[in-house]
């Protein structure tokens, strides 16, 4: 599977924006899938993840209560939807695909995922 991540932009705290991740060449079946971001000068951290074969999500929590993961399944594709943006959320968001056997301590590690998309910047003024 490829993944092509689209939808970051430049919004004001306090907006909304939803990012996408479209699979080609490929289906999620029953992987996990989970959203990473990496700010300048930081190291990529987790975001939020789900793991379609337990049905179970999680969110860091710098960013719970206010993102919410979802996916598409006829469109083959993931969304991040990000409410309340903060400035410190400004970052690089990449998605990404594990295996289904992905545990929960080793959702948080990006090695832990296998296949990811290119990144799409979400910029956030304050």
């Known amino acids: 599977v490829q993944l092509q991540a689209s939808g970051g932009g430049l919004v004001q705290a306090g907006d909304s924006l939803r990012v996408s991740c479209a699979a080609s060449e490929g289906t999620f079946g029953r992987s996990a899938l989970g959203w990473f971001r990496q700010a300048p000068g930081k190291e990529r951290e987790f975001v939020a993840a789900t793991r379609r074969s337990r049905g179970d999500t999680f969110y860091s929590g710098s960013v719970k209560g206010r993102f919410t993961i979802s996916t598409d399944v006829a469109k083959n594709t993931m969304y991040l939807q990000m409410n309340s943006l903060k400035p410190e959320d400004t970052a690089v968001y990449y998605c990404?695909?594990?295996?289904?056997?992905?545990?929960?301590?080793?959702?948080?590690?990006?090695?832990?995922?296998?296949?990811w998309g290119q990144g799409t910047l979400v910029t956030v003024s304050s």
């Open positions: 990404a695909v594990g295996p289904s056997t992905l545990i929960v301590s080793s959702l948080y590690i990006p090695k832990s995922w296998h296949t």
